[in-house]
């Protein structure tokens, strides 16, 4: 029942009505109140219906206990190698807003710090060595900004580090409930690429039968299911748990899965899916770009692998 | 451990009390660590002594009906049981892995001989095996063509089952005959308890290509069974046979993720490693692959201790499984070369042994190759491609 009007509203709604439009119908108090089943339906329709809203900096500003304001531009890393620590004399950022971002004057920056945990900087917009830059790039629908450069770290205010590692930790945990928000997207994305590739090959007939009885055809489909499953469980572990480790997990099995479901549903959608009107093209270029927010899954999966590495211990996530 | 407090003790309690029992018992367990040289019937014989004293402690008899000599509660204790196991570097004897594929096929279709049979079977005194493939049927399971046929006060069998893991060292096989006609296809198909000691029944081990004597071939010619061993009814072999399925897909791919943790973390402790980016890429990999397979056969583990069936949704475990498996192993050979390809220890023989024995996790209880096809065209709804059969 709430998935169908949600659905409704978020396939329907204007991209610029559409933050607006949740607000009024209660959705946004519901992400506070019900946590863990409406942040994963918001988002997962959001990746259903290749919508984009402003829904992930309400959660973030939520989590971060700032309250929502729609002028307050959060920076997300897209690069996790950029860390920084209590002793960085710069600050390298690099990383997006996910709006225009020319309403504030101060923006709050989340910037990574190794092992799955973050540190918030407020960075006056007009400081010297930062730059702002609308992003075009893989997915232009989106109208992010880039947000990058070397900045002094004696001018800005780092909540974290001042406040000690409650604080810290706080801005960490944030982190994670943003990553489990961009996880649920990717299964929504990914989601939407595998129905459309099994109606494809429902569809289209090649040597007097439909293509998704041949076995190749179907075996690339079959996985996309595989990986979208493991990434579901990861996703509601990531909220059992409770912790950055298993959001990290979480972000890098839906990342996977939603890279997979692009790559083999454009192929299984042959020609068609290479058309600009058939619209998977649409799909493929989301997932890429929003695969990068707070980490690519490929940056995870090294991370995690030097990690257990370095501890040589192989952490046994979720159990009885 | 006892029947009232299997009923009550929190999974955490339980893991307490695991690894209590561990370290107060490490001296006597300290033969039951590391890669052992020897022979598979050797290993296995020395493992019953584990199986005894698993049973003994209660830790096994977790979860298994009261009836059958189990102590109640939950299954998924046992899984607790078998994760604390592994943590700790402990091997799991691999012949428990049959108990509990066949287990909760006797206890829900047989329970007469759930009674007389499981808690020999937990407790090591007794070997069971799987004897449902044949020359001639493999993937295609249905195409088996073992009679089973009535005679006085049971069934005489005839035919040759094969890949049948622990066979030569196992007292009884779950046997899968063909009751019906011939062309009966899945329809025609019984599933029975058989006692490999009998007149008519030969068991002959294979050796695998990683060196050991990882399964049999059972013979039966014209060995007569009692009528009691039939589990089920008669022509209900089908639907034991993906009963029993789901156990293979839900307890034991658990207790294959403990074990390739622990695998997984001894293959990172074997090497000189520094980390290297193509190293953690792939270990990184590996680890996403393996916590894929935890989540997964915990979800399944967890529907099936609450009685739900999990249907052809299993084949994704399954394959989920032979990934995992075989990313684990893969990563443990790029970690330990090049004393894989050239060493001469326990250790490298071991390394290669298992790394052979996951290309096969693809192949066995089902080729991935039909687990695929289960999962696109009953949870997908992809259209059947198959000549025959439809």
């Given at each position: 029942?709430?998935?169908?009007?949600?659905?409704?509203?978020?396939?329907?709604?204007?991209?610029?009505?559409?933050?607006?439009?949740?607000?009024?119908?209660?959705?946004?108090?519901?992400?506070?109140?019900?946590?863990?089943?409406?942040?994963?339906?918001?988002?997962?329709?959001?990746?259903?219906?290749?919508?984009?809203?402003?829904?992930?900096?309400?959660?973030?500003?939520?989590?971060?206990?700032?309250?929502?304001?729609?002028?307050?531009?959060?920076?997300?890393?897209?690069?996790?190698?950029?860390?920084?620590?209590?002793?960085?004399?710069?600050?390298?950022?690099?990383?997006?807003?996910?709006?225009?971002?020319?309403?504030?004057?101060?923006?709050?920056?989340?910037?990574?710090?190794?092992?799955?945990?973050?540190?918030?900087?407020?960075?006056?917009?007009?400081?010297?060595?930062?730059?702002?830059?609308?992003?075009?790039?893989?997915?232009?629908?989106?109208?992010?900004?880039?947000?990058?450069?070397?900045?002094?770290?004696?001018?800005?205010?780092?909540?974290?580090?001042?406040?000690?590692?409650?604080?810290?930790?706080?801005?960490?945990?944030?982190?994670?409930?943003?990553?489990?928000?961009?996880?649920h997207e990717l299964v929504g994305l990914a989601e939407a690429m595998l129905a459309i590739g099994i109606d494809h090959v429902t569809e289209r007939h090649q040597f007097g039968r439909a293509i998704g009885t041949f076995q190749t055809v179907k075996h690339r489909l079959a996985d996309v299911?595989?990986?979208?499953?493991?990434?579901?469980?990861?996703?509601?572990?990531?909220?059992?748990?409770?912790?950055?480790?298993?959001?990290?997990?979480?972000?890098?099995?839906?990342?996977?899965?939603?890279?997979?479901?692009?790559?083999?549903?454009?192929?299984?959608?042959?020609?068609?899916?290479?058309?600009?009107?058939?619209?998977?093209?649409?799909?493929?270029?989301?997932?890429?770009?929003?695969?990068?927010?707070?980490?690519?899954?490929?940056?995870?999966?090294?991370?995690?692998?030097?990690?257990?590495?370095?501890?040589?211990?192989?952490?046994?996530?979720?159990?009885? | 451990?006892?029947?009232?407090?299997?009923?009550?003790?929190?999974?955490?309690?339980?893991?307490?009390?695991?690894?209590?029992?561990?370290?107060?018992?490490?001296?006597?367990?300290?033969?039951?660590?590391?890669?052992?040289?020897?022979?598979?019937?050797?290993?296995?014989?020395?493992?019953?002594?584990?199986?005894?004293?698993?049973?003994?402690?209660?830790?096994?008899?977790?979860?298994?009906?009261?009836?059958?000599?189990?102590?109640?509660?939950?299954?998924?204790?046992?899984?607790?049981?078998?994760?604390?196991?592994?943590?700790?570097?402990?091997?799991?004897?691999?012949?428990?892995?049959?108990?509990?594929?066949?287990?909760?096929?006797?206890?829900?279709?047989?329970?007469?001989?759930?009674?007389?049979?499981?808690?020999?079977?937990?407790?090591?005194?007794?070997?069971?095996?799987?004897?449902?493939?044949?020359?001639?049927?493999?993937?295609?399971?249905?195409?088996?063509?073992?009679?089973?046929?009535?005679?006085?006060?049971?069934?005489?069998?005839?035919?040759?089952?094969?890949?049948?893991?622990?066979?030569?060292?196992a007292q009884y096989g779950v046997v899968l005959a063909r009751t019906g006609e011939a062309k009966s296809g899945y329809r025609g198909l019984s599933m029975f308890f058989v006692d490999l000691s009998l007149p008519g029944v030969t068991v002959r081990p294979i050796t695998a290509a990683n060196?050991?004597?990882?399964?049999?071939?059972?013979?039966?010619?014209?060995?007569?069974?009692?009528?009691?061993?039939?589990?089920?009814?008669?022509?209900?072999?089908?639907?034991?046979?993906?009963?029993?399925?789901?156990?293979?897909?839900?307890?034991?791919?658990?207790?294959?993720?403990s074990k390739l943790h622990a695998r997984l973390e001894k293959a990172m402790a074997a090497t000189r490693g520094d980390g290297a980016d193509a190293a953690a890429d792939a270990v990184g990999d590996a680890y996403l692959t393996l916590y894929a397979l935890r989540a997964k056969s915990r979800?399944?583990?967890?529907?099936?201790?609450?009685?739900?069936?999990?249907?052809?949704?299993?084949?994704?475990?399954?394959?989920?499984?032979?990934?995992?498996?075989?990313?684990?192993?893969?990563?443990?050979?790029?970690?330990?070369?090049?004393?894989?390809?050239?060493?001469?220890?326990?250790?490298?023989?071991?390394?290669?042994?298992?790394?052979?024995?996951?290309?096969?996790?693809?192949?066995?209880?089902?080729?991935?190759?039909?687990?695929?096809?289960?999962?696109?065209?009953?949870?997908?709804?992809?259209?059947?491609?198959?000549?025959?059969?439809?």
């Amino acid at each position: 029942m709430m998935r169908t009007s949600l659905r409704e509203l978020v396939s329907t709604a204007e991209p610029e009505d559409l933050a607006a439009a949740l607000q009024e119908t209660g959705w946004f108090d519901l992400l506070v109140d019900e946590r863990p089943d409406a942040v994963g339906l918001l988002f997962e329709e959001h990746g259903r219906a290749l919508a984009y809203s402003r829904a992930l900096d309400l959660l973030t500003a939520e989590s971060l206990g700032f309250g929502f304001d729609a002028g307050r531009g959060f920076v997300y890393p897209v690069r996790l190698s950029a860390e920084v620590s209590d002793s960085s004399a710069t600050i390298e950022i690099d990383g997006v807003t996910l709006g225009a971002c020319d309403t504030t004057d101060l923006l709050s920056v989340i910037l990574p710090a190794g092992n799955d945990s973050f540190l918030l900087a407020s960075v006056p917009r007009e400081i010297d060595g930062l730059v702002l830059r609308p992003i075009e790039g893989f997915d232009p629908e989106l109208g992010w900004t880039a947000v990058q450069g070397q900045i002094d770290s004696a001018k800005v205010e780092m909540r974290s580090l001042e406040a000690g590692n409650d604080a810290a930790d706080e801005v960490t945990m944030a982190m994670a409930c943003s990553r489990n928000a961009i996880a649920h997207e990717l299964v929504g994305l990914a989601e939407a690429m595998l129905a459309i590739g099994i109606d494809h090959v429902t569809e289209r007939h090649q040597f007097g039968r439909a293509i998704g009885t041949f076995q190749t055809v179907k075996h690339r489909l079959a996985d996309v299911k595989i990986t979208i499953t493991a990434a579901q469980l990861a996703n509601e572990l990531a909220w059992e748990e409770s912790d950055p480790f298993s959001s990290a997990l979480a972000k890098a099995q839906s990342g996977r899965a939603a890279l997979l479901a692009a790559n083999h549903v454009q192929q299984v959608c042959g020609a068609m899916g290479w058309t600009q009107e058939h619209g998977l093209h649409r799909f493929i270029r989301r997932v890429h770009v929003l695969d990068t927010l707070l980490g690519s899954s490929q940056a995870i999966q090294t991370r995690i692998g030097r990690r257990l590495l370095d501890t040589r211990s192989v952490p046994r996530v979720g159990g009885f | 451990m006892d029947e009232s407090r299997a009923k009550t003790i929190t999974p955490d309690a339980l893991r307490q009390e695991v690894r209590d029992w561990l370290s107060s018992q490490a001296q006597s367990l300290a033969r039951f660590r590391g890669p052992d040289k020897a022979a598979t019937e050797e290993v296995v014989a020395r493992e019953l002594e584990l199986q005894r004293m698993l049973s003994e402690a209660g830790f096994t008899r977790l979860g298994w009906p009261l009836e059958a000599g189990g102590l109640g509660g939950s299954m998924e204790l046992r899984g607790v049981v078998f994760d604390e196991l592994h943590s700790a570097g402990y091997r799991v004897p691999e012949t428990l892995d049959t108990v509990e594929i066949c287990g909760p096929a006797l206890t829900q279709f047989a329970p007469h001989l759930a009674s007389e049979h499981l808690l020999r079977a937990i407790a090591g005194e007794e070997v069971w095996c799987q004897g449902f493939s044949e020359p001639a049927a493999g993937s295609d399971l249905g195409a088996l063509e073992t009679r089973a046929v009535e005679c006085e006060g049971g069934y005489r069998l005839r035919g040759q089952k094969v890949w049948a893991s622990f066979g030569q060292v196992a007292q009884y096989g779950v046997v899968l005959a063909r009751t019906g006609e011939a062309k009966s296809g899945y329809r025609g198909l019984s599933m029975f308890f058989v006692d490999l000691s009998l007149p008519g029944v030969t068991v002959r081990p294979i050796t695998a290509a990683n060196g050991r004597n990882e399964f049999a071939e059972i013979f039966l010619d014209d060995a007569e069974i009692p009528k009691e061993c039939l589990i089920g009814a008669l022509g209900d072999g089908w639907t034991i046979a993906m009963f029993l399925l789901q156990f293979e897909r839900g307890m034991y791919a658990w207790t294959r993720q403990s074990k390739l943790h622990a695998r997984l973390e001894k293959a990172m402790a074997a090497t000189r490693g520094d980390g290297a980016d193509a190293a953690a890429d792939a270990v990184g990999d590996a680890y996403l692959t393996l916590y894929a397979l935890r989540a997964k056969s915990r979800e399944t583990v967890k529907r099936l201790a609450a009685g739900e069936t999990p249907g052809p949704e299993i084949s994704i475990d399954k394959v989920l499984l032979s990934m995992a498996d075989q990313a684990v192993f893969e990563v443990a050979r790029r970690l330990t070369a090049p004393s894989f390809q050239l060493g001469n220890e326990v250790a490298d023989r071991a390394w290669r042994a298992e790394w052979f024995y996951a290309r096969a996790a693809s192949i066995f209880g089902g080729a991935v190759e039909i687990q695929r096809d289960i999962i696109s065209e009953r949870l997908l709804g992809l259209p059947k491609g198959r000549a025959v059969g439809n």
